[in-house]
């Protein structure tokens, strides 16, 4: 038990629980003048010594758009059983964004001001290798995505700008038409197609552990000489050493012609 030093130059002792340091020396102390030592340190350097404390890592997300194989429930619920908290619009503490086909474009346009981060579900299988490994890494760029006009916008604009709208607008359509008629569905056809093979490769497994745990389980060599003794006339104890010439007959009982002859 060690005193406290403090204390001791008043010739007194109490038992020491602390210990301050600074290099290779040491000053054991009682929580009273560890309390004064504290106090002089924070007054001299004008600090506490605490570390701040390390800022909660951010748990919500804000999913945008249809996530290929996934129903809308079903993507929150895989999100929410991550510990994400789903939110219907981005701020600054959105960890990041799920932006699946045809997002919404003011959802886009808020994680584009907050420098959002975000997740493309719209790669083959992303979405559920996130689900089932946990690791969400949102490092996609943000999907482009065309603005809305007002009234007043269409109303104050010129026939240059009108045409050139109009442009705009079918270009965005047939690109549309061209996304949902050969992208979505070889997307689909992409997820769809690792869905099966991970399907496939489990029912091997598992038609393989059936039929392990259907046969017979499989004999030591002892077990296997005495079996053959008992069906041999061989009188020998269920458990202890087995006669030399027992093995030897069992040796010789399941050995071809050809070593029979080299052993005679």
Same mark, same amino acid.
């Given at each position: 038990?060690t005193?406290?030093l403090g204390c001791?130059?008043?010739g +007194? +002792?109490?038992? %020491?629980?602390?210990v301050?340091?600074?290099g290779h020396? $040491?000053?054991?102390l009682c929580?009273?003048?560890?309390?004064?030592?504290?106090?002089?340190?924070?007054d *001299?350097?004008?600090?506490?010594?605490?570390a701040p404390?390390p800022?909660?890592p951010k748990r919500?997300?804000?999913?945008t758009g249809? &996530?290929?194989?996934y129903e809308p429930?079903t993507?929150?619920?895989a999100? +929410?059983?991550?510990?994400?908290?789903i %939110?219907?619009h981005?701020t +600054?503490d959105?960890a990041?964004?799920?932006?699946?086909?045809?997002?919404?474009?003011?959802? &886009?346009q808020?994680?584009?001001?907050?420098?959002?981060?975000c997740?493309?579900a719209?790669?083959?299988g992303?979405?559920?290798?996130a689900?089932?490994s946990?690791q969400w890494?949102a490092?996609d760029?943000?999907?482009?995505v %065309?603005?809305?006009?007002? $009234?007043d916008?269409?109303?104050?604009?010129s026939?240059?700008?009108?045409?050139?709208?109009?442009?705009?607008? @079918?270009? %965005?359509?047939?690109?549309?038409?061209?996304?949902?008629?050969?992208?979505v569905?070889?997307?689909?056809a992409?997820?769809?197609?690792?869905w099966?093979?991970?399907?496939g490769e489990?029912?091997?497994q598992?038609?393989r552990?059936?039929?392990k745990?259907?046969l017979?389980p499989?004999?030591t060599?002892?077990?296997?000489i005495r079996e053959w003794? @008992?069906?041999n006339?061989y009188e020998i104890?269920?458990k202890?050493r &087995?006669?030399?010439?027992?093995?030897v007959a069992?040796a010789?009982?399941h @050995?071809g012609?050809?070593? *029979?002859?080299e052993?005679?």
């Amino acid at each position: 038990m060690t005193n406290c030093l403090g204390c001791k130059t008043k010739g +007194e +002792e109490q038992t %020491a629980t602390t210990v301050i340091a600074v290099g290779h020396q $040491a000053w054991d102390l009682c929580g009273e003048h560890a309390t004064k030592f504290a106090d002089y340190l924070v007054d *001299l350097f004008k600090d506490d010594g605490l570390a701040p404390a390390p800022e909660p890592p951010k748990r919500t997300v804000v999913v945008t758009g249809t &996530i290929p194989g996934y129903e809308p429930d079903t993507a929150r619920q895989a999100l +929410e059983n991550h510990g994400f908290t789903i %939110a219907g619009h981005v701020t +600054e503490d959105t960890a990041f964004i799920v932006a699946g086909i045809r997002p919404a474009p003011h959802k &886009i346009q808020e994680a584009t001001e907050a420098g959002t981060p975000c997740f493309d579900a719209t790669k083959a299988g992303a979405f559920r290798d996130a689900v089932t490994s946990g690791q969400w890494t949102a490092e996609d760029p943000l999907p482009a995505v %065309a603005q809305k006009k007002t $009234a007043d916008d269409v109303r104050r604009e010129s026939e240059e700008e009108k045409a050139a709208r109009k442009e705009r607008e @079918a270009k %965005a359509l047939e690109s549309y038409v061209h996304w949902q008629t050969t992208e979505v569905p070889k997307r689909m056809a992409e997820s769809a197609a690792q869905w099966r093979k991970e399907r496939g490769e489990k029912e091997q497994q598992e038609v393989r552990r059936i039929a392990k745990a259907s046969l017979p389980p499989e004999q030591t060599e002892s077990q296997k000489i005495r079996e053959w003794a @008992a069906k041999n006339g061989y009188e020998i104890n269920s458990k202890g050493r &087995i006669p030399e010439a027992v093995k030897v007959a069992y040796a010789h009982a399941h @050995a071809g012609q050809e070593a *029979l002859i080299e052993v005679s």
